[in-house]
């Protein structure tokens, strides 16, 4: 966890503002969004780095990096944010188990008479 302290005031006395404790980032989201920019900066930048070597190839008449320039990257771009959204939807159904829950121990079913708390008077 991640604990956060309220910044001190100009006049050097601590604000009065609780402490905050945010959680760890999910590494599957750290992961995913890890390779789709990866995926995105090939995508943007190796046509550009190989736009002489995709000129020489022909597509109905037009040079490959033509299409690639115009339709493609567009679309790789879209499959990106699509990926993104379905494999969030599926990880916010899933959630990253963030601490490891202490184990409570199981009440004993021996008794047929519940048992009460004591009450005071």
Known sequence: M???????????????????VLPKPDPRRLLLQ?????????AAFGVMFFARDLQSLQVYGWPLGYWLASQGVVLVFM???VVYALVMAYLDRHPWPTTAQ????????????PTRPPQHG
């Open 34 to 42: 890890a390779v789709l920019l990866f995926l995105w900066a090939l």
């Open 79 to 81: 499959a990106i944010v």
């Open 102 to 113: 202490p184990s409570t121990p199981v009440a004993s079913t021996t008794s047929s008479a």
């Open 2 to 20: 991640t604990r956060i302290h309220a910044a001190p005031e100009a006049s050097g006395t601590p604000a009065a503002l609780p402490l905050v």
